[in-house]
C-alpha cells in the first residue's frame, strides 16, 4: 500500500497547488528516515485552500484534534490544526497544517506552491526550508538535520549542518564567508572539542528558541483547548465541529497571540 | 560520522515500490505505540504533553470534594 499521506498530498492538489507536505513525511520522501506517523502539510493561506483542504478530510471521516480551527483567521498568526481518522485497515492517520512554518520566511512560502507541476511531483519543501522547520526543541531533529544537510551543495551544507566532522571537513573550502562560530572555530584552528562544544552551544540556543515560541502559544490556548474538550468537539461530523470550533476560537482564541490586546506587537 | 543507522540509510537504495511496502510494514508496527505517543508531534501545540482537563462545574468540584 501506498504511503497514505503521499496519497493525501495529491488529493489535495488535485484541483491546484494548495499544499506542501512537510516535517516527518518529506524526511521519508528525501529517503533519510522514517520517524514520524503523523503528515504535516503547509497549506496556502487562503479561505478556498481551507475550504478545500477541509472537503478533503471530511471525505475520509476525519475528525478535529484540540486544535486552531482550519481557517486564515487562525492559521495566519501562526497557529496549527490538527486532525484524525483511521485508513480502511484501521490504522490511526494524523493531519496537522499550518500556514506559517517557524523559521520560514514569507517570500520563501510563497515560492514553494510555484515550484513544480503537482501532475509532475509530489509537492514536497525543499530541503533548506525543511531543516529550518526541524530546528525544533526536540533533540531528536538535529540528527536528521544532519542527514538532510548532505543533500545540499557544499556551502549550504556547512551553514546547516549538525555533523561536526562535516563542519571540519568542510570549513577550509567553503567557510571563508561563514559567520557560523563552529566555522569560525576550525578555521580559527581550535582543537575538535572546541568545535564540537561551539556546535552543541548553537543547537542548545535553537532548542531554547523554539520552547519559548511555543510556550506563548501554550499560554494562550489553554482556556480555548479546555472549552473544546469540554464541549467534545472531536467527536462531531467535521463540517459541524469547525463552525463550532470557530465561535469557540473567536471568544477564547487570539488570533495572532504575539499581538496583544490593545495591539503592541512581540517579536516572534 | 553518519548520524543515522544503516538500515535508515539504506532507503536510498530502495526503488519507489520498496519504499512504499517498508513504509507500510514500519506503519503497521508503528501503530502498537500509539496509545503511548504524545499528543502532538508537531505544530503550536507540542508543548501540551497531556491535554488540560475540561473545566468542571462548581457542583460537581463540591461534589467530588464531599466524596474524597
Known sequence: MRNLYFELTEELNAEGVIAVLASGQAVVYYRISMMSKDGDWILRETPEACRKALAVLEQYGARYRPSAPLD??????????????????GRRIRCDFVTRPPRVAPEELSGLFASAAPEEALMVIGVEPLIRMK??????????????ARLLPPERELELTTDPDRILNLASDYGKQSRRAPVRAVLAGSSRESVVVELARELDQLQRQDRARLEVYKTAA????RE???????????????????????RLLPRNPWISEDGDGAAQ | ???????????????????????DLWFDLAQTTNDFDPPYTHGVFVLF??????????DERAGHEESS
Open chain 1, 72 to 89: 486564515v483567521r487562525w492559521l495566519a498568526g501562526g497557529w496549527s490544526s490538527h486532525f484524525e481518522f483511521a485508513d480502511p485497515e
Open chain 1, 135 to 148: 530546528q525544533t526543541q526536540r533533540a531528536k531533529d538535529y540528527p536528521v538535520i544532519g542527514e538532510l
Open chain 1, 222 to 225: 489553554a482556556p480555548y483547548v
Open chain 1, 228 to 250: 473544546f474538550q469540554a464541549a467534545n468537539l472531536g467527536a462531531l461530523e467535521l463540517s459541524e465541529a469547525h463552525g463550532r470550533a470557530c465561535e469557540l476560537a473567536e
Open chain 2, 1 to 23: 560520522m553518519e548520524l543515522l543507522s544503516e538500515d535508515d540509510l539504506n532507503l536510498k537504495d530502495m526503488t519507489p515500490e520498496e519504499l512504499d511496502r517498508a513504509w
Open chain 2, 49 to 58: 504533553d497531556r491535554l488540560p482537563q475540561p473545566a468542571q462545574e462548581p
